[in-house]
């Protein structure tokens, strides 16, 4: 709490020996660290013993669960200094809330270097079976690749980032069951849902399960994500999902595809708390990995009408998406149609902000290869670019 924090600010004789009480009043597993010295997981409502040795110089303390430092769970432990002041002492200095330093980032020839091997993640999209969806997904944390050469630790919903595409239809009920596997508190909110926050939303523990169930009143491409704080950690980590529920009225296409576009944050252990609070973001990417659909393109042929659903995660920039050589006949955005099999006209871009989302579709008349981009172009630079390989 707070008033621990203060309490524990305070100015002692170099040599003192340093023994804290930690006393975990939140609703969160916390921890603390003092020097070499830790805690290790403390359950909400319990107390601890620290003992942090003797202490030389000035050291920090801090929560070392992902985020909880950057969010102001740090204090300092100073030393007096000698009274003749001709003795420095080499601890560390509290944090001054600058961002960390970037990880080494993957260039544009390496991200687009030939890669056997590599697999995309699938885009295409499943119809929907049923009225009632009921899944069973763990919340881990597991390394994984998130741009060549660049492995790190990822925070996902059933092993995988995006989490899994749900879809469904006005009137249909979705009861997830989700089990945190982890080891830090995580949650879930879906935005199709209007449902108690309080019940549905809260942040379980490691070894904790939680049902969410929610009835589709409306259609759209709704986020769904960890809602645990920080949020935009637990989102640049990969906790983020889309569920699909169709208009009552959508017509019938060749094929339909699902893109979720989102920043990527690298790091050490993941992505970088101070680097995502302040924004600094590394590469974009659609659906997890950078220039993916470069890789490995979408196919479609001639005559094909294709449907993309589009979904912009954040957690920060807008996504402008744009088909080069290409002109949308129907766009669909958060919950009404721009326009509908137009044919004197058209849309050349889908603008979203974070959290905002809907489809476009689109007939390919010639063979080629029609490349899809964020039109926000350093984005699109930065990794959100991929294409569609049309054949006869």
């Known amino acids: 709490s707070r008033r621990q924090r203060q309490m524990c600010i305070r100015d002692r004789a170099a040599g003192s020996h340093l023994v804290v009480n930690f006393h975990n009043t939140g609703d969160q597993v916390h921890d603390l660290k003092i020097g070499r010295e830790e805690t290790g997981r403390v359950e909400p409502g319990e107390t601890v013993q620290l003992d942090a040795g003797i202490i030389d110089e000035s050291v920090e303390g801090y929560c070392t669960i ?10 300092m432990v100073n030393v007096d200094e000698p009274a003749s ?22 260039s544009a020839a390496e991200r687009m270097a030939a890669r056997e091997g590599f697999d995309a993640v699938d885009a295409s999209l499943a119809t929907a079976e049923g009225d009632l969806h009921e899944e069973t997904w763990v919340m881990t944390e597991e390394e994984a690749e998130v741009a060549p050469g660049v492995r790190q630790t990822r925070w996902l919903f059933n092993g995988q980032a995006p989490g899994p595409t749900l879809r469904g239809k006005v009137g249909d009920t979705f009861r997830i069951t989700i089990k945190n596997e982890g080891s830090m508190g995580h949650s ?9 926050p309080d019940k549905n939303m809260k942040t379980i523990q490691p070894g904790e ?10 259609a759209g491409i709704w986020m769904y ?17 889309a569920v699909v529920i169709d208009p009552p009225d959508l017509t019938p296409v ?4 699902v893109l979720l576009s989102h920043e990527v944050f690298l790091g050490e252990d993941g992505a970088d708390p101070e680097r995502v609070a302040a924004g600094l973001y590394d590469l974009t990417a659609f659906n997890g990995y950078p220039n993916q659909y470069q890789h490995r393109p979408i196919p479609a042929r001639v005559g094909d009408t294709v449907r993309v659903w589009i979904f912009n995660v954040g ?26 099999n137009a044919t004197d006209t058209g849309s050349q871009a889908l603008g979203l902000l974070a959290a905002q989302g809907g489809f476009v579709e689109m007939t390919f008349d ?24 049309v054949t006869p």
């Open 66 to 75: 992902a985020g909880h430092k950057m969010q102001g769970m740090t204090f």
């Open 85 to 106: 002041g001709d003795h420095e002492h080499a601890g560390a200095s509290p944090s001054t809330g600058s961002a960390g330093a970037p990880a080494t980032v993957p």
């Open 188 to 196: 879930v909110d879906f935005h199709a849902g209007e449902v108690n």
């Open 209 to 218: 399960s939680l049902t969410y169930e929610f009835e589709a009143h409306r």
């Open 225 to 241: 994500h960890c809602s645990t704080m920080p949020m935009s950690l637990h989102i640049a980590n990969g906790m983020f999902g």
């Open 254 to 257: 060749d094929a339909e595809y």
């Open 315 to 340: 957690p920060d920039n807008p996504l402008s998406f744009h088909v080069v050589g290409e002109i949308f006949d129907t766009v669909f955005k958060e919950g009404q149609y721009q326009i509908r």
């Open 366 to 389: 010639e063979p080629g290869t029609y490349t899809f981009v964020n039109h926000q172009m350093t984005d699109a630079e930065k990794g959100q670019r991929g294409q569609f390989v």
